[in-house]
């Protein structure tokens, strides 16, 4: 039997859903930097006159999108490894609240932020 086998379960599923949220945000970065093509690919099928040109603001978004996923998964892992660490440590330790989180929590209300700000604009007539 493992030692500690239920808190290093526990740092592996927290591990794993910051990997599928990092997942998930670089996949709305990826289909919001080529949403742009897909207008265009559709407009030129369905014969509309004016085919809609590329918005360099929503290339931006999807890459910012995509580079934030990273810096989350690079965050996400350094903080599994530092965890799995410390719960084989036999010394005993303070519970505190990290960092990281914070600062995971701000880049996430940054992006919801960022990104109901690039749909308002995509929106106002």
């Not at 996923?69 to 084989?88: M, Y």
């Not at 440590?89 to 700000?117: E, Q």
């Amino acid at each position: 039997m493992i030692e500690n086998f239920t808190n290093h379960a526990a740092n592996e599923r927290t591990y794993l859903a910051w990997i599928r949220t990092a997942i998930a945000i670089m996949a709305l970065g990826f289909v919001i930097e080529k949403f742009d093509l897909f207008l265009m690919y559709l407009s030129r099928k369905v014969g509309v006159g004016e085919t809609p040109s590329s918005s360099a603001q929503a290339e931006i978004v999807g890459l910012v999108l995509i580079l934030l996923s990273l810096g989350i998964l690079s965050g996400a892992t350094v903080r599994f490894l530092h965890l799995k660490w410390r719960i084989d440590d036999p010394a005993p330790k303070v519970y505190a609240s990290s960092l990281t989180n914070v600062i995971l929590a701000i880049l996430l209300t940054l992006l919801c932020a960022f990104v109901l700000v690039f749909l308002y604009h995509q929106i106002s007539f």
